[in-house]
């Protein structure tokens, strides 16, 4: 039986990068493992063709939790435009989401605050079931 990867991440995703998204990260490699579903706090917001999450508050967002390698670590940040100054369109974050009464340390991308300006809250907190 193969070990766990130690150095082997998880990141919790809300947007294009879930199941049947556009940016589906099953599509990614190497290809990660899926975890779960999950909900943290936060209020989802409109931007389009995807979403951004402001983290905290009242609201939830659901999502999917998976298991991720280091080099998949690195290809989502370039797809996230985060840069390590913090001006990029995401900002990595890090916080625990709890899986199936697990709780479980995830990576979670939330949009910089000057991208939501006049931007719609997508009140479900569930990008796939938006109206």
Known sequence: ???????????????????????DISRF??????????EIAGTLFDLGAYPGAVLGGEGRIKGEVYRIAPGLEVQL???????P????????????????GRSIA???YEIHPSRIAGRSVIASGDWMARD
Request: aromatic share 6%.
């Open 29 to 38: 490699s190497p290809i990660p493992q899926r975890v779960g579903d999950g």
């Open 106 to 108: 995830c990576l979670v």
């Open 1 to 23: 039986m193969p070990q766990p990867d130690p150095t082997a991440r998880h990141v919790f995703v809300y947007g294009t990068l879930r199941s049947g998204g556009s940016n």
């Open 85 to 100: 100054d913090g001006s990029g369109e995401y900002v990595r974050r890090e916080l625990v989401v709890e899986v199936a």
């Open 77 to 83: 940040d370039v797809l996230e435009e985060v840069k």
